[in-house]
């Protein structure tokens, strides 16, 4: 019976391995270089097949302060949103990405107030009020599930640039039912050792 239970607790280490995430915010990254579009296209569903569709939002918006690399912003030449929306095609369970605005007078002064909020199913789950500027910084949300994040860029026109895309769907419960068929086949095999010993 003791080999039996190192094996079980052996397997549902490698299964909880198996299924971890090399990082706190999630496996799929968008850098915006995976698809590149027109400068300054509006962006929709063009990176559906990576689980994610935008509104509000153009592609590499030119002038102004420019991040590295590829981007989207919530405003271009003509057309300005007050927001970002970034719709996941699954359950989210944590996301992260770079925002860069302007202060909260032009190029300079004290940072804008952005506001970040966390939907599923139309409705908010999570909000909060983070200081932005002209220097890319880090924003996200985790411990709740949604499945939709609103940005609302603060600071002076309240535009905003956002970059480098990271999240977690909710992981199907594949593994728990990999589980489960793991003990019933270690149990059958138990159970056929002792009937073999028996006879």
Known sequence: MKPMIATLIALTCVISWLGSSPSAFGDTLITFDEFVLPANSAITDEYASLGVVFANSYYDVQGWT?????????????PHHPYFEISFLELTQSAEFLLLTNPESGQS???????????RDGSVVSEFVGDTD???RPFGFSGVLFDQ???????WGQWGRLDNLRFQV???PASSTLAVAAVVILLSV?????????S
């Open 190 to 198: 138990g159970r056929r050792r002792r009937v073999m010993q028996g």
């Open 109 to 119: 002064g004290p940072p804008g107030q952005s506001t970040f909020q966390a939907l």
């Open 149 to 155: 994040i609103r940005v609302y860029p603060g600071g």
């Open 170 to 172: 909710v992981p199907e």
């Open 66 to 78: 420019v991040p590295t690399g590829h981007h989207i912003a919530n405003f271009t030449v003509g």
């Open 134 to 136: 002209l220097v890319q």
